[in-house]
């Protein structure tokens, strides 16, 4: 068969049908700016014990697909409705309380390279990538115009906040419409962000001290809390939501209509002492969960202090 052109607006249509909330598309490279943000960051030991964001492969795309000419970035829209932070219960980030979003990227990326490469009547033409890939989706996405670095780290999309998920593909194909220029910065003044961080774990605008952040101790770290940390946890077992809850940009967007992520196909908004009971006796009920990653003995040390 031979080579067919793939346009933009082919690639956006077949997004959003397989269910992708935006899309976006760049050269798969990183600015210069964004390569020496990280590499300070890595210098200032701010990321702690996670020494997958090493990985030299972040520093290049085209160490993951070198024919890679073309980045496609894929926006999932997560947001859950606001909840009461509670003293008889710990809160569950909200991409966390229904399925995990990876297996759900993987089988929309799968179903996209099959369809890129009937479009193209070509092979191996692509690489699939989420966040458990060593690249730099964020700064990609900003690249490709879907929204701005917030000064709280996260990617702000013009149209869904901060609550989105990356995924993306890199293909050896070009693709019209390549974009290179981030988008116009919308956070002003604005500090909400960083005035409620409860450990205050940033040391300034776009600089997080991930050693500080409740999300690197509740899901990353299997070292013991340390007590100025945990004295300042308002209430979550699991992540954290404190700095997109509080974002101007995160007032009207859209809630998520995917099933998937809703609280019922998951464990649900809050894990109190007698839900880890359940879970230390039925542990197959965290399969398939982001929270599957901490298991139940690093969900206890969340709660309750307990070792793991």
């Given at each position: ?91 569950v980030a909200s991409y966390a309380r229904g399925r995990d979003y990876h ?94 961080c409860p450990t205050q774990a940033f040391l300034a605008p776009y600089i ?101």
């Amino acid at each position: 068969m031979p080579e067919q052109s793939i346009t933009f607006e082919m690639l956006h249509e077949t997004a959003l049908s397989l269910g992708w909330d935006d899309v976006g598309i760049t050269l798969p490279e990183i600015s210069k700016e964004n390569l020496e943000s990280l590499q300070s960051w890595l210098q200032k030991k701010l990321h702690g014990k996670l020494h997958y964001m090493e990985n030299p492969v972040r520093f290049d795309p085209k160490s993951l697909f070198p024919e890679a000419q073309t980045a496609i970035i894929f926006v999932t829209n997560y947001k859950q409705p606001k909840i009461e932070l509670r003293k008889d219960a710990g809160a569950v980030a909200s991409y966390a309380r229904g399925r995990d979003y990876h297996h759900v990227h993987r089988k929309r990326l799968k179903k996209f390279i099959r369809w890129l490469e009937s479009a193209s009547g070509e092979s191996n033409i692509a690489k699939p990538f989420s966040d458990s890939s060593p690249i730099l989706e964020k700064a990609l996405a900003v690249q490709a115009g879907l929204g701005w670095f917030g000064k709280n780290t996260l990617l702000i999309h013009r149209r869904f906040g901060t609550f989105t998920l990356l995924s993306g593909v890199l293909t050896s194909l070009k693709i019209e419409g390549i974009k290179m220029e981030p988008r116009l910065a919308r956070c002003g003044s604005c500090t909400k962000c960083l005035d409620a961080c409860p450990t205050q774990a940033f040391l300034a605008p776009y600089i997080l001290d991930g050693k500080k952040c409740l999300s690197y101790h509740l899901i990353e770290s299997k070292e013991p809390i340390p007590d100025d940390i945990r004295k300042k946890n308002p209430g979550y077992i699991f992540g954290c939501d404190i700095c997109q809850s509080v974002c101007p940009h995160n007032v009207r967007n859209p809630l998520s209509l995917l099933e998937e992520f809703r609280p019922e196909s998951g464990v649900g908004e809050y894990i109190d002492e007698a839900k880890l009971e359940l879970l230390e006796k039925e542990p197959e009920r965290l399969h398939g969960t982001p929270l599957q990653r901490r298991k139940v003995a690093g969900l206890k040390h969340n709660l309750i202090g307990t070792p793991i």
